[in-house]
C-alpha cells in the first residue's frame, strides 16, 4: 500500500524479483525507483504487461516492499493480476521479469500478451 504495507496475499513478488528491480534502478541512475507493473489493453490475445520504472509511487497504487526493489501496481491492473506472480527469469535466450497469472486463459506465441478467460 501507499504507507509501506505489506501487499496482499493475492499478487506476490519474489525475492529474485525484487533483487533485479533494485539492481537496474541502480544501473540507471535512479536507486530509489521502483517497478511499475501495469497491465493494458493491446497485444495479439488481448491484455499486454508493461514494465517501466518510476521515481515514486501514485496515491492509489499498491506498493510492494520496502526501500530498494519496489514494485507499484494501479488498482485497475492489480485486479487482472489477483493471485499472479512476479519473478525474474535468465535463460539461455535472455533474462526477463515473468508473471505467472492463473487468470491468464491463454497466451500468444512471444509471451508479452495474454487473455483472461
Known amino acids: 500500500m ?5 501487499a496482499p496475499a493475492s499478487f506476490r513478488v519474489t525475492a ?3 533483487a533485479q528491480v533494485a ?6 541512475g535512479r536507486p530509489d ?3 511499475r507493473l501495469a497491465v493494458e489493453a493491446g497485444g495479439c490475445s488481448g ?10 509511487p501514485a ?6 516492499g520496502e526501500g530498494k526493489g519496489r514494485v507499484f501496481i494501479d488498482p485497475v491492473s492489480l485486479d487482472l493480476l489477483a493471485g499472479a506472480e512476479l519473478d525474474w527469469a535468465e535463460a539461455l535466450i ?13 497466451g500468444c506465441g512471444c509471451g508479452s500478451s495474454f487473455a483472461i478467460g
Open 23 to 28: 539492481d537496474i534502478a541502480l544501473r540507471e
Open 33 to 35: 525507483a521502483g517497478l
Open 59 to 64: 496515491a492509489d497504487d499498491l506498493v510492494i
Open 94 to 106: 535472455g533474462a526477463h521479469f515473468a508473471i505467472n497469472n492463473p487468470q491468464a486463459s491463454s
Open 2 to 6: 501507499p504507507d509501506g504495507s505489506t
Open 47 to 56: 491484455f499486454q504487461y508493461k514494465f517501466g520504472l518510476e521515481d515514486a
Open 16 to 18: 529474485r524479483a525484487q
